[in-house]
T-cell receptor, first 113, second 112 residues
Framework: QKEVEQNSGPLSVPEGAIASLNCTYSDRVSQSFFWYRQYSGKSPELIMSIYSNGDKEDGRFTAQLNKASQYVSLLIRDSQPSDSATYLCAVNLYGGSQGNLIFGKGTKLSVKP | EAEVAQSPRYKITEKSQAVAFWCDPISGHATLYWYRQILGQGPELLVQFQDESVVDDSQLPKDRFSAERLKGVDSTLKIQPAELGDSAMYLC??????????FGAGTRLSVL
């Protein structure tokens, strides 16, 4: 059973702080990793993808991948109230369009003004 | 910006009735996915199409669910008969080949 684990939260951070969201996955051969943001009642929105070990930065978002530890994280710098949402970690065994995404249950983030 | 189109946005039905959902992927995206998301859970794959062919339907409850993508473009997901446990958000996603999946707005199904 392939699993993706996330702390369900809620994770509460003050405005302007760094929010750190974590995810572990069970299948060591997983190839591609994604973070989605989902506002309440809305559909998931892709915000980051990462495929190799290390950090990948995009604006206020940084994704970090450690395949040896089977761990992927998302850092949100200068958190804003508009970042309050559920963040879903998703993992694919394969690269490209092969395979499908296995999602975690999501971590609910609350950014307090 | 191109989007995945889904309809209807909301559907209320009684158990034992038939329901159908429609999805039109982003133009040029050969891979289309149907997911089901129960409140508080992550999306779970129901079926994956590559063009008009089913690639993975291992999690599709085939006694009541069916999916088709006849011309390799838009797709329909059907439930017949609907059961109370089918109440969920049904999400369609598409991908060009990079593995990045883009979701439509979803259909919220309530079975009474």
């Amino acid at each position: 059973q392939k699993e993706v684990e996330q702390n369900s939260g809620p994770l509460s951070v003050p405005e302007g702080a760094i929010a750190s969201l974590n995810c572990t996955y069970s299948d060591r051969v997983s190839q591609s990793f994604f973070w989605y943001r989902q506002y309440s009642g809305k559909s998931p929105e892709l915000i980051m993808s990462i495929y190799s070990n290390g950090d990948k930065e995009d604006g206020r978002f940084t994704a970090q991948l450690n395949k040896a530890s089977q761990y992927v994280s998302l850092l949100i710098r200068d958190s804003q109230p508009s970042d309050s949402a559920t963040y879903l970690c998703a993992v694919n065994l394969y690269g490209g369009s092969q395979g499908n995404l296995i999602f975690g249950k999501g971590t609910k983030l609350s950014v307090k003004p | 910006e191109a989007e995945v189109a889904q309809s209807p946005r909301y559907k209320i039905t009684e158990k034992s009735q038939a329901v159908a959902f429609w999805c039109d992927p982003i133009s040029g995206h050969a891979t289309l996915y149907w997911y089901r998301q129960i409140l508080g859970q992550g999306p779970e794959l129901l079926v994956q199409f590559q063009d008009e062919s089913v690639v993975d339907d291992s999690q599709l409850p085939k006694d009541r669910f069916s999916a088709e993508r006849l011309k390799g473009v838009d797709s329909t997901l059907k439930i017949q008969p609907a059961e109370l446990g089918d109440s969920a958000m049904y999400l369609c996603a598409s991908s060009r080949g990079s593995g990045k999946q883009y979701f439509g707005a979803g259909t919220r199904l309530s079975v009474l």
